[in-house]
Structure formats: C-alpha cells, structure tokens
C-alpha cells in the first residue's frame, strides 16, 4: 500500500517536473544516474571538475565508504588542499563516526557553500541530535546545488525522524526527479519510508 502511494507521488511529481522546468526537461543541471565513470578513488566525485552524470555512494550504515561512481557538482572544486581537507573530514565522519570534530574540519575549509561540505555538515548535526542545525546546513546546501540528490536523500530521513512523513516523501519524488527510481538515494528513502513511524532509521 505504501510503496503503491510512493510510485503514485513520485510518478506525478516526477511528470510535474520534466513539464515545468526547463533544466530537468533538457537533461541538464547534474541530473540523472547512470551517466558517470568508475572511479578508483572514492573521493573523486568531492572535487572534481569533470561534467558526469550524478550517482551517489550508498549508505547502508554510517561506516560505509564512498564508491562507484563520480558525483557531479556544478560548483566542485579542483584544489588539492580543498580534496585533502574533504577526504579527512569524510573519513572522519564514516570511519570514526566522530561529528563534531568533522563539523570543525568541514567548516575549516573554507568552502561553506559546496553542496558536499554543506551537506555533510547537515548530515553530522542530524546525527548529533541537533536538528535546527542540520536543517539549516541541508538547506544551504540545496541552495548551492538544487540537484545535490544526496542533500535530498539525507534531508528527507531528517524529515522522517521529525514525523514528517508527508516531506520525506516530497523529498522522494525529488530525488526521482532527479536521478530516477533505480538509484541508490531513492531506495534508501524509500526503503526507510517502508518503516513503521518511529522506527529507529540506521543512516
């Protein structure tokens, strides 16, 4: 019932989508999955000027490191001091599990407004319980790049641990908007959508 209720809202916002806005109907703004190229170093997508199609990494726990494809940022950053910096602070946060001293490395960067900075700065306050932060850096990072779907997916689980199932669903049929049904942000949403209200949400 609930996955039917999904694929409705998300088929008609998804239609919405690709008749009212000009950059998702043209196939531009760093939309859709599938599009990218291997990668071996899993931060390469953080920083590169490479115009790729968008995949994410998945995040079936908070350990996990990023792989696969090359994410693409509209406004990524070629500076090696700049990767470095993000590469520690990522590590920092899904090696260690450590978000306050991540939130200190991210901010020290000095690239507040990179979608990736900005959304990991969300992510680490969601995970320390402080959600007017986390909600705050989530939306500066979707104003630095609307198609940012990671900052989609992670917003919409904040929503979900608000009880703000209604949101988290929007979130999906953006996501769908974005990079279809079949990449990993959507099944993640998804899946957590899946869950009882209140259930505890692992990501």
């Not at 669903?169 to 049904?181: D, P, Q």
């Amino acid at each position: 019932m609930i996955t039917a209720m999904i694929r409705v809202v998300v088929l008609g916002t998804f239609a919405a989508a690709l008749f009212a806005s000009p950059v998702l109907a043209a196939g531009g703004g760093g939309g859709g999955g599938g599009g990218g190229t291997s990668s071996t170093d899993p931060y390469a997508g953080a920083y590169s000027d490479q115009k790729v199609q968008p995949t994410y990494p998945k995040r079936s726990n908070p350990k996990a490191t990023q792989k696969g494809k090359k994410p693409n940022n509209q406004s990524s950053i070629g500076d090696p001091a700049f990767a470095a910096g993000y590469r520690t602070a990522y590590d920092t946060i899904y090696e260690r599990n450590d978000y306050a001293v991540a939130i200190e490395q991210l901010k020290a960067l000095g690239h507040d407004d990179h979608p990736n900075v900005a959304n990991l700065i969300g992510y680490s306050y969601r995970k320390l319980g402080d959600y007017k932060q986390s909600q705050i850096w989530y939306e500066r990072a979707l104003k630095a790049d609307p198609n940012h779907v990671l900052t989609w997916q992670y917003y919409g689980l904040w929503q979900l641990e608000q009880g703000n199932r209604e949101q988290a669903m929007f979130h999906l049929s953006r996501i769908a908007a974005i990079c279809g049904t079949d990449c990993e942000e959507y099944k993640s949403l998804a899946n957590a959508l899946e869950k009882p209200t209140g259930a505890a949400l692992v990501y």
